[in-house]
């Protein structure tokens, strides 16, 4: 390759890494506006970013968009009403994903969100954090395989694209487009 075609690699990588973190980005804030359980731990009332006051009592589950739950949570001052992701089950997930030969096993919603906040957990030692950062990298790698595989499959069943995640559906499409273009331009068929 040379220097000039090194240059223009690079001027398309970052190219590509912004339209990624534009639609990651996106993906994010609808996650962030969208509903979720909790049991509050004492009765209180927040308002929303449309300004509409809601009343919360206390353990009465009650649905509150994810924004609003991620800071009760973090303060102690709810509880989630279902299961979030913690290292045993990433653990699980971990298994089920490597002895999966096709289509991806059921993840937890908003479950790279709720990675990330494992993760960066200040209440997980860092042991622990090491071995569910490995147990992350394990299951992004075997769905990524998986993704990859189904980027170059010209039309997928619905079944196998039931468990993919936001953030995985929108890089499959992400691939498809990009293969296609190639595809394409290869062959003389996308020029005009």
Known sequence: ?????????????????????????????????????IVPREDFKYSSLLGVETKLEDSVEAEVPVYIAEQLLEEGMADPAGKILDQKSLAMIAWDERHRAT?????????????MLLISSDKVAEKTKRMVEASAIEVMDARLKKILTYSLVPSLPHEMLANLTPEESYLLELLRLAISSWRREVLGTGRK
Do not use: C
């Open 103 to 115: 289509g991806m096993s059921k993840v937890p919603d908003f479950f790279y969100r709720q990675l």
């Open 1 to 37: 390759m040379t220097p000039v075609d090194q240059r223009m690699l690079k001027t398309e990588a970052t190219l590509i890494e912004q339209v990624i973190q534009r639609g990651l980005k996106r993906l994010e804030v609808d996650q962030q506006l969208q509903q979720t359980r």
